[in-house]
Protein backbone atom coordinates (compact mmCIF):
# COMPACT_ATOMS: atom_id res chain seq x y z
CA UNK A 1 0.00 0.00 0.00
CA UNK A 2 0.64 3.80 -0.33
CA UNK A 3 0.03 6.32 1.88
CA UNK A 4 -2.12 8.75 0.37
CA UNK A 5 -3.35 12.34 2.41
CA UNK A 6 -5.91 14.22 -0.32
CA UNK A 7 -6.34 17.81 0.12
CA UNK A 8 -8.43 21.28 -1.67
CA UNK A 9 -11.99 20.02 -0.45
CA UNK A 10 -14.60 23.13 0.34
CA UNK A 11 -17.92 24.65 0.23
CA UNK A 12 -18.41 26.19 -3.28
CA UNK A 13 -21.76 27.77 -4.76
CA UNK A 14 -23.15 25.41 -8.42
CA UNK A 15 -20.77 26.44 -11.21
CA UNK A 16 -17.91 26.69 -9.18
CA UNK A 17 -14.65 25.14 -8.93
CA UNK A 18 -12.54 23.26 -7.14
CA UNK A 19 -8.74 21.32 -7.13
CA UNK A 20 -8.40 18.03 -5.12
CA UNK A 21 -4.56 17.18 -4.73
CA UNK A 22 -3.86 13.69 -3.52
CA UNK A 23 -0.19 14.08 -2.17
CA UNK A 24 1.73 10.00 -2.65
CA UNK A 25 4.40 9.75 -0.66
CA UNK A 26 5.86 6.65 -2.21
CA UNK A 27 5.11 7.41 -5.57
CA UNK A 28 7.66 5.88 -6.94
CA UNK A 29 5.87 2.81 -6.51
CA UNK A 30 3.40 3.54 -8.94
CA UNK A 31 5.92 3.96 -11.86
CA UNK A 32 4.86 0.91 -13.47
CA UNK A 33 3.04 1.01 -16.62
CA UNK A 34 0.20 -1.07 -14.80
CA UNK A 35 -0.36 1.20 -12.03
CA UNK A 36 -4.09 2.92 -11.51
CA UNK A 37 -4.42 5.78 -9.32
CA UNK A 38 -7.95 7.73 -9.02
CA UNK A 39 -10.68 9.33 -7.32
CA UNK A 40 -13.87 8.06 -6.33
CA UNK A 41 -16.57 9.62 -4.01
CA UNK A 42 -19.11 8.93 -1.50
CA UNK A 43 -22.07 11.18 -0.67
CA UNK A 44 -24.37 10.08 2.42
CA UNK A 45 -26.74 6.95 1.80
CA UNK A 46 -25.18 6.47 -1.35
CA UNK A 47 -23.20 3.86 -3.04
CA UNK A 48 -19.17 4.18 -3.16
CA UNK A 49 -19.22 5.55 -7.07
CA UNK A 50 -15.62 6.13 -9.27
CA UNK A 51 -15.08 9.79 -10.51
CA UNK A 52 -12.00 9.37 -12.70
CA UNK A 53 -8.39 7.02 -12.96
CA UNK A 54 -5.36 7.85 -15.08
CA UNK A 55 -3.14 4.25 -15.85
CA UNK A 56 0.33 4.47 -16.53
CA UNK A 57 0.73 5.73 -19.51
CA UNK A 58 -1.25 8.46 -18.31
CA UNK A 59 -4.54 7.65 -19.85
CA UNK A 60 -7.82 8.90 -18.10
CA UNK A 61 -11.19 7.76 -18.06
CA UNK A 62 -13.79 9.71 -16.61
CA UNK A 63 -17.42 8.55 -15.06
CA UNK A 64 -20.35 9.57 -17.26
CA UNK A 65 -21.38 12.16 -14.96
CA UNK A 66 -18.44 14.57 -14.67
CA UNK A 67 -17.34 14.08 -18.34
CA UNK A 68 -16.46 17.64 -19.38
CA UNK A 69 -16.48 18.84 -15.85
CA UNK A 70 -13.35 17.38 -13.96
CA UNK A 71 -10.26 16.91 -14.91
CA UNK A 72 -7.85 14.34 -13.71
CA UNK A 73 -3.66 14.77 -13.91
CA UNK A 74 -0.36 13.78 -12.17
CA UNK A 75 2.98 15.50 -11.64
CA UNK A 76 5.52 12.56 -10.96
CA UNK A 77 8.18 15.29 -10.01
CA UNK A 78 5.81 16.67 -6.63
CA UNK A 79 4.24 12.64 -6.44
CA UNK A 80 0.78 14.58 -6.83
CA UNK A 81 -2.25 13.39 -8.23
CA UNK A 82 -4.86 15.90 -9.11
CA UNK A 83 -8.80 16.22 -9.92
CA UNK A 84 -9.98 19.90 -11.07
CA UNK A 85 -13.70 19.72 -10.76
CA UNK A 86 -15.30 22.52 -12.91
CA UNK A 87 -19.27 23.59 -13.26
CA UNK A 88 -20.08 21.95 -9.62
CA UNK A 89 -23.48 20.99 -9.32
CA UNK A 90 -25.36 20.11 -5.89
CA UNK A 91 -25.23 16.40 -6.94
CA UNK A 92 -21.21 16.67 -6.48
CA UNK A 93 -21.32 16.70 -3.05
CA UNK A 94 -19.82 13.83 -1.38
CA UNK A 95 -16.72 13.06 0.25
CA UNK A 96 -13.93 12.49 -2.32
CA UNK A 97 -11.24 9.36 -2.11
CA UNK A 98 -7.86 9.46 -3.59
CA UNK A 99 -7.18 5.52 -4.66
CA UNK A 100 -3.94 4.22 -5.96
CA UNK A 101 -2.55 0.53 -7.06
CA UNK A 102 0.61 -0.51 -8.50
CA UNK A 103 -0.75 -3.23 -10.76
CA UNK A 104 -4.05 -3.46 -12.19
CA UNK A 105 -5.37 -5.61 -15.11
CA UNK A 106 -7.49 -2.72 -16.35
CA UNK A 107 -7.63 0.71 -14.81
CA UNK A 108 -11.13 1.50 -14.84
CA UNK A 109 -12.79 4.25 -13.43
CA UNK A 110 -15.64 1.59 -11.67
CA UNK A 111 -12.33 -0.01 -10.08
CA UNK A 112 -11.32 2.93 -8.53
CA UNK A 113 -13.11 2.41 -5.03
CA UNK A 114 -11.77 -0.78 -4.98
CA UNK A 115 -7.86 0.11 -5.51
CA UNK A 116 -5.73 -1.21 -2.48
CA UNK A 117 -4.58 2.33 -1.49
CA UNK A 118 -6.96 4.77 -0.07
CA UNK A 119 -6.42 8.35 1.67
CA UNK A 120 -9.35 9.51 4.12
CA UNK A 121 -10.82 11.46 2.07
CA UNK A 122 -11.83 15.35 1.60
CA UNK A 123 -15.65 16.90 1.66
CA UNK A 124 -16.49 18.70 -0.99
CA UNK A 125 -19.94 20.42 -0.62
CA UNK A 126 -21.92 22.33 -3.39
CA UNK A 127 -24.79 24.05 -2.10
CA UNK A 128 -26.39 28.01 -2.76
Known amino acids: QVPLEESGGGSVQPGGSLRLSCAAS???????????MGWFRQAPGKEREGVAV???????RYADSVKGRFTISQDNAKNTLYLQMNSLKPEDTAMYYC???????????????????RGQGTQVTVSS
Open 54 to 60: MDGAGGA
Open 26 to 36: RFTGLTYSRRC
Open 99 to 117: AATSWVASCTVALAPFLSS
